[in-house]
């Protein structure tokens, strides 16, 4: 994957605040996926946060602004959506919703290669930053209305759409591979369920995982901006 063991911009301080946050907020909630929680241990969060967040803010268990009416998901919600798509390191991913980035870091060391989709510029640009001074090549940033997919570059092995929204957009159930899975946030503006669908030909299994709370998915097919 060319993903160096140590990021530049890591700390002894940032890594002992890791490992307390997988601990604490992963392992003993139940997180059991050995790669993801190595991905949680490697993946300097801090540097995803906007600049000024004290690092203990960066590994709180809760989400944190980044600016732009946006915020940077619960380490837990994003670790449950990664673990739920059940990922493997020949997949090629798609994200709907960058924001800082974070969660496209994540995936990006489990799988070959990810395609993350923001409808804000500038949230586009600080994650693209980000993606280059830490080495992730192999994320690619597109800015658009993400409902619509990424379709230049589908069909994807798995789909999260880190935004909630008022049902599975069409596009997005149209790009997933056979076999893929999809995970995303369904149901009213202020509290949803995460919905994992899961492809196997021209059929779509679903299940629910439960609660979550997430910021709007804004877009053709999403809700009203
Ligand atoms: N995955 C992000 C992270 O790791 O920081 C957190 C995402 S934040 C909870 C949701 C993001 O979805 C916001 O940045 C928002 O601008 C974006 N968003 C909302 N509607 C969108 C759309 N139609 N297409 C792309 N991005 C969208």
Excluded at 57 to 84: F, H, K, N, W
């Amino acid at each position: 994957m060319g993903i160096t063991a140590c990021f530049p911009g890591d700390t002894d301080a940032a890594r002992t605040l890791r490992e307390q946050m997988v601990m604490d907020q992963l392992e003993r909630r139940g997180v059991r996926d050995a790669r993801v929680l190595e991905a949680f241990r490697r993946l300097p969060r801090h540097l995803f946060c906007s600049e000024g967040t004290p690092i203990d803010s960066a590994y709180a268990d809760r989400p944190l602004g980044i600016g732009c009416g946006q915020t940077i998901s619960q380490p837990l919600m994003v670790a449950e959506m990664t673990v739920q798509l059940r990922l493997k390191d020949t997949d090629r991913v798609l994200e709907i919703g960058t924001g800082s980035g974070y969660q496209a870091a994540v995936l990006a060391l489990l799988v070959a290669e990810v395609h993350t989709v923001e409808r804000i510029g500038c949230l586009a640009e600080q994650a693209q930053a980000r993606f280059r001074q830490l080495g992730f090549d192999h994320v690619h940033v597109h800015v658009g209305d993400g409902t619509c997919g990424w379709p230049d570059a589908a069909p994807y092995d798995a789909i999260v759409v880190t935004a909630a929204a008022p049902d599975l957009p069409e596009p997005l159930r149209q790009q997933l591979a056979d076999g893929g899975r999809l995970a995303i946030p369904v149901g009213p503006r202020h509290v949803q369920d995460l919905v994992v669908w899961e492809r196997q030909g021209n059929a779509f299994n679903r299940h629910e995982w439960g609660g979550c709370r997430f910021v709007p998915l804004i877009g053709r097919h999403g809700w009203p901006d």
